[in-house]
């Protein structure tokens, strides 16, 4: 009898434990989830900050000529490559040529010089360049401080 009394007051205690346990898991779950809930709310919310901040970076950098000027200049470079580097140098730097770095002339006067050449020192490259790829070599050529 007693017996059977302690065996039942421990499996109602066992139970008790048990759901008490329970209850804290889910106490514990809840308070992870709404952790959980909260961390992916600040990510969203950082990413639109992100988001907002590149966008009116982009509008601050369209604005700006120099950022219109960088694929002109890489393309310039090339040209440079292929027409010019084995006289100018790999790296503008002088060889044949003069090192291209620094130049003091105008664009109109490198214009000049790039599409007539010149006399018994360098070819004119007026006919094998489009006017817009005499303005890439040139954005390229201020690239070289
Ligand atoms: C055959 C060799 C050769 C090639 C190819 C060549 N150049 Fe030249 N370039 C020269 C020489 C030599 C001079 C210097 C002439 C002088 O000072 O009388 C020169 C001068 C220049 C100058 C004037 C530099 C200064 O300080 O006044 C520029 C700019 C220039 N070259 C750009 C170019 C570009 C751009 C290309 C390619 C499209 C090119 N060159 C291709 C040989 C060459």
Redesign the pocket.
């Known amino acids: 009898m007693t017996q059977d009394f302690n065996t039942r007051t421990a499996v109602a205690r066992a139970r008790r434990r048990i759901r008490m346990l329970r209850r804290r898991w889910l106490r514990r779950f809840a308070a992870r989830r709404a952790v959980r809930a909260l961390r992916t709310v600040q990510v969203m919310l950082l990413l639109a900050v992100l988001l907002v901040r590149k966008a009116h970076g982009a509008d601050a950098t369209n604005s700006m000529p120099e950022s219109a000027l960088m694929p002109k200049a890489a393309a310039g470079y090339r ?2 490559d292929h ?2 580097a ?3 140098g790999d790296d503008a730097r002088g060889d ?5 770095h620094d ?3 105008s664009d109109e006067k ?1 214009q000049r ?2 599409k007539g ?2 006399k018994g ?3 004119a ?1 007026g006919k094998k ?1 489009k006017d817009a790829d005499v303005e890439a ?1 040139i954005a390229f ?1 201020r690239t070289l401080k």
């Open positions: 040209l440079f027409n010019c084995h006289c100018h044949e040529g003069p090192d291209l130049l003091r002339k490198l010089i790039i050449g010149i020192e360098m070819p490259f360049f070599l050529l």
